[in-house]
């Protein structure tokens, strides 16, 4: 299976300012045979739903906001959240579809500070 | 508006049964992959089962494999988890979810999820 981590397991950023949180895979989830790494990004609010925000490791959902960003390739990958915004308040995973089962990171929690 | 959900949670005892049901609206249900994910209280998220658009391919987590038992009926929307042999391991909110088209199986629509307790 390939385990997923992710750090830290929470943060506190200042309204307006820059959150970072990284995921790290146990093996390459970069398909060769479409150079493409099958790697997203959830946000989760407390009672509902994850909500897909990136997929391919750097591309944003429709709808989500262009201060989300993904990057990374192989086995390393970050989600930046730029300048912000009180409604960033949730817990953010990552996930690999690149091989069954398909796994999770175990959350960051991002908080205002 | 494209919809998942969910029914079929509740109590039930050690060893006991219970059947959950995924009932898709304003997308073509046949097209799509659809999974089940789960999510034990204060925890993070795993990943139970798979099933793809016509049903002729499943996987399972290895944690549920021979007690669980996902299908879909494409004329009726819909897909199904039967699970069996439950233990209190298995009380988590359980989601179904739609794997996106051409995007591999990032999943792009969540339901809201059906609570499963799993107490004597």
């Known amino acids: ?113 | 508006q494209v919809q998942l959900v969910e029914s079929g949670g509740g109590l039930v005892k050690p060893g006991g049964s219970l059947r959950l049901s995924c009932a898709a609206s304003g997308f073509t249900f046949s097209d799509y992959y659809m999974s089940w994910i789960r999510q034990a209280p204060g925890k993070g998220l795993e990943w139970v089962s798979y099933i793809s658009n016509s049903g002729g391919t499943i996987y399972y987590a290895d944690s549920v494999k021979g007690r669980f038992t996902i299908s879909r009926d494409n004329a009726k929307n819909s897909m199904y988890l039967q699970m069996n042999s439950l233990r209190a391991e298995d009380t988590a909110v359980y989601y179904c979810a739609r794997s996106a088209l051409g995007i591999g199986d990032a999943f792009d629509i969540w339901g809201q999820g059906t609570m499963v307790t799993v107490s004597s």
Not at chain 1, 4 to 17: R, Y
Not at chain 1, 33 to 42: M, T
Not at chain 1, 87 to 98: L, R
Request: proline share 7%; aromatic share 10%.
């Open chain 1, 1 to 113: 299976d390939i385990v997923m981590t992710q750090s830290p397991d929470s943060v506190a950023v200042s309204l307006g300012e820059r959150a970072t949180i990284n995921c790290k895979s146990s093996q390459s989830v970069l398909n060769n045979s479409n150079n493409k790494n099958h790697l997203v990004w959830y946000q989760q609010k407390p009672g509902q739903p994850p909500k897909l925000l990136i997929y391919w490791a750097s591309t944003r959902e429709s709808g989500v906001p262009d201060r989300f960003s993904g990057s990374g390739s192989g086995t390393d990958f970050t989600l930046t959240i730029n300048s912000l915004q009180p409604e960033d308040v949730a817990v953010y995973y990552c996930q690999q579809y690149y091989g069954i089962p398909f796994t999770f990171g175990p959350g960051t929690k991002v908080d205002i500070k």
